[in-house]
């Protein structure tokens, strides 16, 4: 069930389903392997990743998006950082408008539609400004949908402006629990604690 806080300004309730804290894994393409890891110096290294995204809202009428990815290896563990993001997303009239910098010194505008009838989110790169240290990338295209509870997503990217898309990243993540409702259950807790077992 997607909530709708009281407090979201009102041009964002069809980015509702974005709200909270999500977790999960995916698989990327395209990444150099750090050093040790073999496959140096090319830019087709696939890897799965871990991924932490939050979207939050303070009244404003933006969505607030900070994502942090890690690499994993072939046992779930977390060896390394990947990549991270922190944009502010809204909306007029169901379309998206997205301003959003990356660490590798890559700033986008990304504009985007919400789907008619369902929780989806098609997105497109508008402009792309670089560092001179920053990976080749002059756009891509990304899809958001929330799917049975779980919020997944999927991007492709190009090089130059030139080359065709290709895939990038796809994640499947699952809502993180919010301290803040297991607070609201501790009234119902006995004192002791230890009676709870009994």
Same mark, same amino acid.
């Given at each position: 069930?997607?909530? =709708?806080?009281?407090?979201?300004?009102?041009?964002?309730?069809? !980015?509702?389903? !974005?709200?909270?804290?999500?977790?999960? #894994?995916?698989?990327?393409?395209?990444?150099?392997?750090?050093?040790?890891?073999?496959?140096?110096?090319?830019?087709?290294?696939?890897?799965?990743?871990? &991924? &932490?995204?939050?979207?939050?809202?303070?009244?404003?009428?933006?969505?607030?998006?900070?994502?942090?990815?890690?690499?994993?290896?072939?046992?779930?563990?977390? !060896?390394?950082?990947?990549?991270?993001?922190?944009?502010?997303?809204?909306?007029?009239? $169901?379309?998206?408008? =997205?301003?959003?910098? $990356?660490? &590798?010194?890559? #700033?986008?505008?990304?504009?985007?539609?919400?789907?008619?009838?369902?929780?989806?989110?098609?997105?497109?790169?508008?402009?792309? #400004? $670089?560092?001179?240290?920053?990976?080749?990338?002059?756009?891509?295209?990304?899809?958001?949908?929330?799917?049975?509870?779980?919020?997944?997503?999927?991007?492709? +990217? +190009?090089?130059?402006?030139?080359?065709? !898309? $290709?895939?990038?990243?796809?994640? &499947?993540? +699952?809502?993180?629990?919010?301290?803040?409702?297991?607070?609201?259950?501790?009234?119902?807790?006995?004192?002791?604690? =230890?009676?709870?077992?009994?």
């Amino acid at each position: 069930m997607i909530e =709708i806080p009281a407090d979201l300004h009102p041009s964002l309730v069809p !980015l509702a389903f !974005l709200l909270g804290t999500w977790q999960g #894994a995916g698989v990327a393409e395209g990444f150099e392997p750090p050093a040790g890891e073999g496959q140096e110096g090319t830019d087709s290294g696939a890897c799965n990743f871990g &991924q &932490q995204a939050t979207f939050s809202h303070d009244g404003r009428d933006f969505v607030e998006y900070v994502s942090h990815t890690w690499r994993l290896d072939d046992e779930g563990n977390r !060896l390394g950082p990947l990549e991270s993001e922190h944009g502010y997303w809204r909306v007029r009239d $169901r379309q998206i408008e =997205i301003v959003m910098i $990356r660490d &590798q010194g890559v #700033a986008e505008i990304w504009y985007g539609e919400l789907a008619d009838g369902k929780p989806q989110i098609d997105l497109a790169t508008d402009a792309v #400004a $670089r560092t001179p240290e920053s990976p080749a990338y002059s756009g891509g295209k990304r899809l958001y949908g929330y799917v049975n509870g779980d919020l997944m997503w999927v991007g492709e +990217k +190009k090089a130059t402006p030139e080359s065709p !898309l $290709r895939p990038y990243m796809s994640a &499947q993540l +699952k809502k993180a629990v919010d301290p803040r409702e297991w607070v609201a259950d501790l009234k119902d807790l006995p004192d002791d604690g =230890i009676a709870f077992f009994r």
